[in-house]
């Protein structure tokens, strides 16, 4: 990496980061008077305001009204299979989480399953790099609404494969569902519901559908 140097006329001239002050900055933190600290936090908020427009509208600025970031701060380096009834917050937790991973400069991107299966079923000879993109990425995986659709030979194939894949490869998934797992065994497949046993924690979301008011 080259490294910048003040021009030789003004090396006696400090210069602070304008963002947190610290002072002496030096080579390219004195061409851009922010400090190397102050430029990585500056581009992770970017990232993170960038990322958040991937989300379903819904969930891009949602209102924590049951202390689901908290949550979200304490597991969300884990892999996890979040089921339970409809409006439990499965999907809220979830999102939250990802959040949470952006907000530390981390990978993560959100998947609605029906979505995705009614894509795969319209494009079956184009979507092999998209079905190896999504087993092999490297980042925090949501795979939302899990088991909601019924499921061909094929895209239970498919799903197998990225599933397998991201298991063998400890690749962090965070899968939601209305379904537990014994329920996934029967809708889908056995070695499906084997592997997210095998790589996730299995949380139970409980309590009432959270967005009726009362």
């Not at 056995?190 to 409980?206: F, K, L, N, P, T």
Request: with cysteine; hydrophobic share 35%.
């Amino acid at each position: 990496m080259t490294i910048l140097k003040q021009p030789s006329s003004i090396l006696t001239n400090r210069k602070t980061c304008k963002i947190c002050g610290k002072d002496d900055l030096v080579g390219e933190e004195w061409f851009s008077s922010v400090c190397n600290e102050c430029k990585i936090k500056i581009d992770i908020k970017r990232h993170y305001e960038q990322m958040v427009q991937s989300l379903p509208v819904k969930y891009r600025n949602i209102i924590d009204r049951f202390d689901m970031e908290k949550q979200a701060k304490e597991i969300c380096d884990k892999s996890l299979y979040l089921y339970g009834k409809t409006g439990t917050g499965k999907t809220a937790l979830a999102t939250f989480i990802l959040k949470e991973l952006w907000s530390l400069g981390k990978k993560g991107k959100f998947i609605s399953f029906p979505g995705f299966v009614m894509w795969l079923q319209g494009n079956i000879e184009m979507s092999y790099e998209e079905i190896k993109d999504n087993a092999k990425y490297d980042g925090c995986l949501i795979i939302d609404d899990f088991g909601a659709e019924r499921l061909t030979d094929y895209v239970r194939s498919v799903i197998y494969y990225m599933i397998n894949t991201r298991e063998q490869n400890e690749l962090q998934t965070i899968i939601t569902s209305n379904y537990p797992i014994k329920e996934i065994n029967h809708k889908v497949d056995d070695r499906i519901a084997s592997r997210i046993s095998g790589m996730c924690e299995v949380i139970e979301m409980q309590g009432k559908d959270k967005r009726i008011k009362t």
